[in-house]
């Protein structure tokens, strides 16, 4: 069971990372009012990371218990851990030192300071989430799992590059062809640096909510394409889904080329 993508479009960058962060700050509300805990997969780029400071610049934030909160990665560069390229790095800064998460809830991908390389990463990535999903099923014996390898992902953010790619699954590559795995690592990405970790798409589209954030006019034919139907292999971004909810928050310059059919005139802007 998945959910059909929604669109909503703001007028500007700004005003879109505005928007993402305060829908991001109401979904952790709400999940921890309902179950005290709440999970984000947090994505790189610059939306993702400029959402993050939006979300730690809004006096609204302090609505969340961040201590309660579990942070995942959606991919990593696998660099050095302390590398500024690093999504994880970059989130840190941008929100998570600055709202006091607490680190033992944060759960970064394997760096080069630990791991030989990608793959040994991605298989230790996995096993960091099939233990938590374990230790959410044992602490729930109600709860139910939608797979048994990964914790309940209440919102998963992802970015989109020009190419249509989402986390580290680029076009027609190994990536986002991989199957019964919830990790992949990558070793030829098309985007700097080479060497990358990521969810795969069995494991991305198990989360409660899939929100796609897109910015610029560079983005607009992957969008249009995500959006009219492509298959996921040549365009990635056209393959997640959120299993309640599949919303792709764009700005005007990455509308361009949306199929007006997609457009939900009640869901637009928020911020
Ligand atoms: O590690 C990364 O590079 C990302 O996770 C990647 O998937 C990113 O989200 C898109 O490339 C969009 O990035 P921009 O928003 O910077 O274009």
Known sequence: ????????IHPSQTSLAAAVAARLITRLVDVQSDRGTAT?????????????QAVAESPAHTAVDWSN???????????????PERNAVQARAALLDRVGADRTKVHEFG????FSDENAAAVDYAEQLAAQARAEAEADPDTVLPDARLPRFDVLLLGVGPDAHIASLFPEMAGIRTRDATTVGV???????????SLTLEAINTAQEVWLSVSGSD????VGLALAGAGHVQVPAAGARGRRKTLWLIDQ??????????????????A
């Open 253 to 270: 310059d990455a509308a361009q080329q949306l199929p007006g059919r997609l457009i939900d005139h009640e869901d637009e802007p928020v």
């Open 111 to 114: 760096s080069t300071d630990a």
């Open 69 to 83: 909160v579990h942070v995942w990665w959606g991919d990593e560069r696998f660099l050095a851990g302390d590398d």
């Open 187 to 197: 070793a030829d990405a098309p985007k700097p640096p080479p060497q990358r970790v």
């Open 1 to 8: 069971m998945t959910a059909e993508p929604k669109v909503s």
């Open 40 to 52: 984000v997969v947090l994505t790189g780029g610059s939306i993702g990371t400029a959402a993050l």
């Open 219 to 222: 983005k607009a034919g992957a």
